[in-house]
């Protein structure tokens, strides 16, 4: 039986290495979209320290660890599922990590970013493995902002295959400061592969931005943009947020989960003719 449920979309402010204060704000945006009855929240990638960030190394944390227990007193604290990237120490390897948190502050999924962008390849180890966790709000499949490029498409394709009822990445989406987004606009990079995806196996997909400057690293002086978006089930555009360095807000989104259809190589087969 289809199924509606309330996803908080969190296009929050994040400053290089500013994680108290990246973390404040992630907690006001989280009380937030609750009180509109968000069930379940999204925040952007590497949201502790920013995207690229060259001190990732130092600064990284691990999981379970500072970071990851205040998102999970987030998660309790609000009565919501919670999915938020972070920057992740384990040993010697930096990940570029986002966790799904429950309402009880269980940690029930870790994904590793996989496709790690030309130029911080020093910055952050990729990820080995996908998975999809059951949940009372459906099967929730997570990856991060690049793993979803048209060119990494079998990781999506991958998600929905594990039975993954909905997809949720963190992103942080930034470009060049001389970008005209009336002449040249942001975007399409990401609605060609969320539709396909969406459309192909009747889930949402959904991608959460940051907003702010990269100040440090490889791609210092790029702007993020936030102009997250979401596709709902029937492959439809949902919604887009505001674009702009300055464009933080929080938006309760209702969209539709299908009931499981096709598994295995039936769904396989299903799919392969549409492609």
Known sequence: ??????VGMLQIRVDFSDASGNLARA?????KAATAGAE???LPEAMDLGWANPEAAELATPVPGPVSVLLSAMAVK???????GMTEKDGDDVYNTALLISPQGVLMAKHRKINILTGVEDVYTPGDRLQTV???LGRIGIDICADNFVTSLPLGHALARMGAEIILSPCAWA??????PVTDPY??????????????YHIPVIGVSNVGQVTAGTWKGWKAIGNSIAYDSD???KTVLPYGEDAACVQVIEVTLQAPGKTGTALSEAVSEKI
Do not use: F, Q
């Open 1 to 6: 039986m289809n199924r509606k449920i309330k």
């Open 27 to 31: 907690a006001a945006a989280v009380k």
């Open 40 to 42: 379940i929240c999204v």
């Open 78 to 84: 609000n009565h919501v599922w919670l999915v938020s």
């Open 134 to 136: 059951k949940t009372p």
């Open 175 to 180: 470009v060049t400061p001389e970008r005209d």
């Open 187 to 200: 975007g399409a990079e990401w609605h060609e592969p969320y539709s396909l995806l969406s459309g192909l």
């Open 235 to 237: 492959g439809t555009l």
